[in-house]
């Protein structure tokens, strides 16, 4: 069993963000949490989407072969499972719990495509930006299997899934230099509470996908399918998060680029002419070469 953290003082919620019903890929049907308009507040992330449906309808035609370039996408299979191949011979099949971290760096061009053809799919994609001087690193792409997440588990019962960063002693899948992503899968039984420090510089929100949970020292209620902003007040060491029922929660933060953002759909860069460069490549080939 860990020992728990705790903190001092707890970040209060800033806004909460209802997320907007829309459809990507071939037409699968998601929520985008974390939309355009919210990338400069949120820095380093650019997108959340989530998606949650037992309608093959709604998910069935998948995302074939598309490009991106400048950033890097955090998949989280909840349930479900969806066959991925990229341009770098990366090929892996993402099942209930998996991660895929993919780097798109200077270029990829990949699918994701559903392989089941009835009952739930459900999972989110994160959008984490890189910093300008790593955009035209070479690409690159991980599995990590759901039995390969480090997980922290409490006395309160609590369960903590460490995607990324750390959390309650416990090192994550993976470490990203710059920008530190904190990716946490928060699992926290009816009436418990989980402390979690944030550096107070990060940007950081919360998202509910199960139950409802209370946030902060003034303990504002989060619903279900609800983003969270956190305050970045300086004199708060973290936050603190209180379950109404047995909740499940995704608590996501990271150090602020700072940098310009120029975004053309799947690509990411800092000025509109590397766009133009990047929609260049793509055409002529050269962009995943
Ligand atoms: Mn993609």
Redesign the pocket.
Known sequence: MTTPDTIARSRRIERLVAGMATSDGAGVRLTRVLTQPLQRRLDPFLMLDAFRSDDPDDYIAG?PA?P?RGFE?ITYMIAGRMRHRDSTGGEGLLNNGDVQWMTAARGII?S?MPEQEDGLMEGFQLWLNLPARDKMQAAAYRDIPSASIPEARLASGARVRVIAGRSQGVDGAMQRPVTEPLVLDIHLPAGQTLAQPLPAGHNAFLYVYRGEVKAGPDAQPVTTTRMAILDNYADADGVSIQADTDARILLVAGRPLGEPIAQYG?FVMNTQAELEQALADYRDGSLAA
């Open positions: 995302f598309h991106h996408t990949h994701e799947p």
